[in-house]
């Protein structure tokens, strides 16, 4: 606990030339931080220093101050170019959710993967700019697709990603897809076309030679992006895509999309 306190001495410092001494000095702070917090996560990796000082009505100094902290702190982290997205400490509160959602789906991705025959299944979230894997059903094939739940994966050469970025408006969806290369970009938005039009988003040895996936994704309740995803070897993907891609349009209508 000693070393904890030093270490937030610390932080706290680098956010000032001076530690607040009042209540109401205190609580601007955490208000700023709060706000600086709200702009990053409605446009994480895009945000620089100087966007958020003229968001929050701050000077370069205080706001620089404020980001450093809230950097130290893993609250927010920043890339090499100096912008700025939320901390994985931050990121990692949202792991109770996780298993909250996994728990909803778990009958879902059971069905999937019976009617798929014994493929793996995974069930990812949206978060930033990539699919957090929350839960999977691991193939029984001993030739299988198998990827370790907590993992993160892009968007742009997953079927679980593509369909996300499908599910969501138009407007969400291309300030996400606006932040990769032209040619990707795209790419993406063709692909995103059509995958609103099928219901189906798809891998074929994008993300992984040798792999291909199909995927489904909805918004839930909570207007988060939930996707369920079919990995398989791909010789036998192909053998069995009809199967599979039945199971997932089957699986979009459970009623677990609305808990």
């Known amino acids: 606990m ?19 001494t009042g209540r109401d000095e205190g609580i601007q702070v955490l ?36 980001l450093v902290g809230l ?3 893993g609250l927010a982290s920043v890339d090499s170019q100096g912008r700025f997205a939320l901390g994985e400490r931050l990121l990692g509160f949202g792991r109770a959710d996780g298993a909250h959602i996994a728990a909803f789906f778990r009958p879902t991705i059971e069905r999937v993967a019976r009617a798929t025959e014994g493929e793996t299944v995974d069930l990812s979230v949206l978060r930033g700019q990539r699919m957090w894997f929350i839960d999977q059903i ?9 990827s370790a739940v907590g993992v993160r994966f892009p968007l742009e050469s997953t079927a679980n990603g593509k369909a996300a970025l499908a599910a969501l408006d138009d ?38 030679p040798g792999i291909s996936a199909a ?3 909805r918004r839930t309740a909570g207007d988060g992006v939930v996707a369920i995803s079919v990995p398989a070897p791909t010789e036998r993907f192909a053998e069995k895509e009809q199967r599979i891609t039945e199971a997932l349009r089957k699986a979009a209508e459970s009623p677990a999309w609305t808990r």
């Open 31 to 66: 208000r700023r931080a709060a706000a600086a917090l709200d702009e990053i996560a409605a446009e994480p990796g895009r945000l620089r220093l100087v966007d958020l000082g003229e968001r929050l009505g701050l000077a370069k100094s205080t706001a620089r101050r404020l």
């Open 138 to 146: 691991e193939s029984s094939h001993r030739l299988r697709a198998v």
């Open 215 to 217: 995927a489904i994704a």
């Open 2 to 20: 000693v070393r904890d306190a030093e270490h937030y001495s610390g932080v706290v410092q680098s956010m000032g030339e001076s530690l607040p």
């Open 171 to 208: 407007a969400d969806g291309q300030n996400l897809i606006s932040r990769f290369a032209p040619e990707v970009a795209q790419r993406l938005h063709d692909e995103v076309a059509e995958i609103r039009r099928t219901g189906i988003a798809f891998d074929r040895d994008e993300h992984t």
């Open 71 to 73: 950097v130290e702190v």
